[in-house]
């Protein structure tokens, strides 16, 4: 069963580490992909992550990756390769402004910074996983399906153990997925800003 979990786990990453170098590389090369061949590529750079490439390595890629990175939450593995589908629409603001709140209460206190440690809540607390399906109907009613089902996903991929962490939380929140929110909502509040600066110059008397 250890083997099987550690075995999901390098595919998870090696597709996740995919996706990763495709946005990279149609964020550099400014192109928009079919979805076809964003299909064979990550197919092409799974396979590169997941085995190893010669003698020189004795693990896989993403045995290495995974090392420094940990298992990704699977509500930012979800976000990240939905970006790949053809439908896809971008994250609401709402949603990511409301991850980048919880990430910097979360993280500090979790860290040790006073007498309260809201990582304990995720092995069980009836209250905090309530908290967490009313968030998932929340996303529903405000038209975001797509959130809905990757938090109904991570909270059943908890229930059945699929990574090793028994935590609600590691299936919810992990660093990267805070930093992502926290910098994409420091974004948009500064775009806002500068937009709304623009404007009051526009329509300046005089």
Known sequence: MDY??????????SISSAVIV???????FQVEMP???QLFLLLLFANLFFWPLGFFMELPIAAYIRGITGDLSIVSMLLLWASLLPSNKPTPISFKLALALVAIIFYPLALG??????????????IFLSAVLVFAVICGLASWNKGLWIIAIAIIAWSFHWHE???LWDYLLDPFLGMWAL?????????KR?????SGYLFRAG
Do not use: V
Request: overall charge positive.
């Open 4 to 13: 099987l979990m550690q075995i999901l786990a390098l595919i998870e990453i």
């Open 22 to 28: 495709i946005c990279l590389l149609k964020k550099i």
């Open 35 to 37: 979805f076809a061949i």
């Open 113 to 126: 910074l006073g007498m309260l440690d809201p990582y304990t809540w995720g092995y069980g607390s009836l």
């Open 165 to 167: 962490s028994a935590n």
């Open 183 to 191: 910098w994409s909502s420091a974004n948009y509040l500064r775009l």
């Open 194 to 198: 500068r937009k709304r600066a623009q």
